[in-house]
C-alpha cells in the first residue's frame, strides 16, 4: 500500500546556493558545478530534474497492481540495506519512484 511521499530529490549546478535556498530539505545532488543535464534514466530511475519518491508498505504488491494496469517499471525491485525501490514512469514519461524501508 503506498501511504505517502519517501522524498523529493532535484539535481543542482551549484550546491552551496542550493544549500542556501533549500537548507531545511535533505538529498540533495549535485553535478559539481556543471549544467544540469538532459533527464537520462536507467533501471534505478531519472539521474537529472526532480524525482518523486513515494513511500510503500508493501512494494511487490504496489508494483504487480501498477504493472498490471500498464504502468512502466524501468527494472526490477532493487533490494540494499536501507530498503527496497522500483523505479517507474507517469503517463508522460516523468520517472518516480516506490520506495519500501527495511522491516
Known amino acids: ?13 551549484d550546491m552551496e546556493r542550493a544549500i542556501r535556498f533549500y537548507r531545511d530539505l535533505l538529498g540533495l545532488h549535485g553535478t559539481g558545478g556543471k549544467p544540469v543535464p538532459a533527464i537520462p534514466r536507467d533501471a534505478g530511475g531519472a539521474k537529472a530534474g526532480a524525482t518523486l519518491t ?10 504487480y497492481r501498477l504493472r498490471s ?14 530498503g527496497a525501490v522500483a523505479a ?3 503517463p508522460d514519461g516523468n520517472v518516480l519512484k516506490l520506495m519500501q ?3
Request: charged residues 25%.
Open 1 to 13: 500500500m503506498i501511504v505517502g511521499v519517501q522524498d523529493v530529490y532535484v539535481y543542482v549546478a
Open 54 to 63: 513515494l513511500r510503500s508498505t508493501k512494494l511487490n504488491e504496489d508494483v
Open 69 to 82: 494496469v500498464g504502468v512502466r517499471f524501468l527494472g526490477d525491485i532493487t533490494r540494499a540495506d536501507w
Open 88 to 90: 517507474f514512469e507517469d
Open 101 to 103: 524501508p527495511p522491516g
